[in-house]
């Protein structure tokens, strides 16, 4: 009796240990960089340092007007990203708006997928900043290529400036408390369906989310659900400028929204954004802003509260 309740005792210990481990590992992260809950640390890459003795501040996160497609610029005190840039012709538009917001360079500018949608705009912001003397330091795509000569300018312009691939669970550091996870796709890519494969990012600071998903669909929302990692944002991008077929409520439950944003044009042939899916953000108890109806949207936040502001 006194043996068996010796070995009791011993196993509860052993499991305390392995729990304080497991908790400690969690918060130190991998290469002394302390990293959130999104990925496992197992998986965890963690690229880029932040530069020497910048503060974090706030974060702001612009959802640009760019008509029917998608436009994102993130801001922290040190690195800065933008996200697709909408079509060719909205690209003129896009570069004057990060101008006029007083932006000096671009650290990651990343193309979701090589639709004409995301990477059209990219193609002109790359070549007004290179006429500006505006550096942008690094590429980032999903390493899914397209037989257009749209994606072939892309990446000409791309190949100059310098190209790294997206994979599940690499963490870029935007600054010190700052970090974008990419969520989406694992390599190698698992779909021919270019929408599926959009990079998925999470921008998090402190206990504030951006869930930004691209085009996905329901197979590529499904499978990260399914996957290890931590989904739920405060702020959800829309997938696909509201169309009927993302948004699925295991999707939605699983990032559990307070805000939901989405990009679309007000003259879209696609019937974006779908009743549906409207309906479907008001189950989760999102609030939804819109670009076709609010213009640019842009949300900062303090790591704690969120502020948020529409050009209309
Ligand atoms: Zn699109």
Redesign the pocket.
């Known amino acids: 009796m006194v043996s068996s309740r010796i070995v009791i005792v011993s196993l509860v210990g052993v499991f305390l240990a392995v729990l304080i481990g497991v908790y400690i590992v969690s918060q130190e992260g991998i290469d002394g960089v302390d990293v959130s809950d999104v990925c496992p640390p197992s998986l965890t890459t963690v690229i880029g340092k932040v530069s020497d003795g910048v503060q974090s501040g706030n974060v702001t996160v612009y959802f640009i007007d760019a008509g ?3 436009s994102i610029f993130v801001d922290t005190s040190d690195k800065d990203v933008l996200i ?1 840039a909408g079509e060719r012709h909205d690209g003129e538009f896009i570069a004057s708006f990060l101008v006029s917001i007083n932006v000096t360079k671009i650290d990651y500018l990343v193309a ?2 090589p ?1 004409f ?2 990477i059209g705009g990219l193609v002109t912001v790359m070549e007004r900043f290179s006429s500006l003397g505006i550096p942008i330091h690094m590429v980032i795509e999903n390493g899914q290529d397209r037989n257009t000569d749209l994606y072939r300018e892309f990446r000409s312009y791309a190949n100059e400036i310098g190209v790294t691939l997206a994979e599940r669970c690499q963490i870029y550091q935007l600054d010190s408390e700052t970090e974008m996870v990419i969520v989406s796709p694992p390599q190698p890519l698992l779909y021919s369906n270019h ?1 599926e494969n959009s990079i998925v990012q999470m921008i998090k600071f402190r206990d504030i989310s951006f869930l930004l998903t ?2 996905i669909e329901p197979l590529s929302e499904a499978e990260i659900v399914e996957s290890a990692l931590n989904i739920q944002a405060e702020i959800l991008k829309v997938s ?2 509201g169309g009927g077929t993302s948004s699925t409520p295991s999707f939605l439950s699983a990032v559990g929204p307070e805000v939901a944003v989405i990009t679309v044009g007000a003259e879209n042939q696609n019937g974006h954004p779908h009743q549906d899916v409207l309906d479907r953000l008001e189950d989760v108890g999102a609030n939804i802003y819109r670009t076709d109806l609010q213009s640019t949207i842009s949300i900062t936040t303090d790591g704690v509260n969120y502020s948020i502001k529409t050009k209309n």
Do not use: I
Request: aromatic share 0%; with cysteine; hydrophobic share 5%.
């Open positions: 029917v497609g998608d697709d979701s997928h639709h949608d995301h929408c691209g085009d696909h400028h």
